[in-house]
T-cell receptor
Framework: EAQVTQNPRYLITVTGKKLTVTCSQN?????MSWYRQDPGLGLRQIYY???????DKGDVPEGYKVSRKEKRNFPLILESPSPNQTSLYFC????????????FGEGSRLTVL | GENVEQHPSTLSVQEGDSAVIKCTYS??????FPWYKQELGKRPQLIID?????GEKKDQRIAVTLNKTAKHFSLHITETQPEDSAVYFC??????????FGKGTTLSVSS
């Protein structure tokens, strides 16, 4: 089954404790992206990757890092989480990022205390 | 860069009525305009899309129209049903970064 898998789905952590949200896709897509969803603000892009070892900032990259060492994986790293990073995070992938469907993961709800 | 405005932010209709959600975009180079539906607690999923060489596209009860001159596109849902209740996002493509999303419209269909 074609899918985008994120882990963890839910996480409560404390300020400053490094965490990683993993994302894996099995569709051999070159493009992957991370979004955060906040009430009234819609889906805002954090980082994206056009291919292995190619990453770039989206609209809200501050406080986040990513890496793309393999085509299937695109982890989101919060080196020192802060309460304003409490949000719902979605990973997505596509084989045609500008003209085709984005496949989203199930989402990861992160709370930073 | 691209900017996508979406209206209204909330929309309440009676079952059987029509619903219309409108979006405007800023980048005249944008040529792909998808709509995503997000049910409560679920991931966004593509429901329909339109490309700039087409003015209208239909899929059963949903349709999308595009006016390139005015830079706006709309989602039309006819004969709404309770299962249409969800958050709807419009988007437009931008070179290099894929999709820019609107802020979403929460549609409530009451029976």
């Amino acid at each position: 089954e074609a899918q985008v898998t994120q882990n963890p789905r839910y996480l409560i952590t404390v300020t400053g404790k490094k965490l990683t949200v993993t994302c894996s896709q099995n569709m051999n897509h070159e493009y992957m992206s991370w979004y955060r969803q906040d009430p009234g603000l819609g889906l805002r892009q954090i980082y994206y990757s056009m291919n292995v070892e190619v990453t770039d900032k989206g609209d809200v990259p501050e406080g986040y890092k990513v890496s793309r060492k393999e085509k299937r994986n695109f982890p989101l790293i919060l080196e020192s989480p802060s309460p304003n990073q409490t949000s719902l995070y979605f990973c997505a992938s596509s084989d045609r990022p500008n003209t085709g469907e984005l496949f989203f993961g199930e989402g990861s709800r992160l709370t930073v205390l | 860069g691209e900017n996508v405005e979406q209206h209204p932010s909330t929309l309440s209709v009676q079952e059987g009525d029509s619903a219309v959600i409108k979006c405007t975009y800023s980048d005249s180079a944008s040529n792909y305009f998808p709509w995503y539906k997000q049910e409560l607690g679920k991931r966004p999923q593509l429901i329909i899309d339109i490309r700039s060489n087409v003015g209208e596209k239909k899929d059963q009860r949903i349709a999308v129209t595009l006016n390139k001159t005015a830079k706006h596109f709309s989602l039309h849902i006819t004969e709404t049903q309770p299962e249409d209740s969800a958050v709807y996002f419009c988007a437009a493509n931008q070179a290099g970064t894929a999709l820019i999303f609107g802020k979403g419209t929460t549609l409530s269909v009451s029976s």
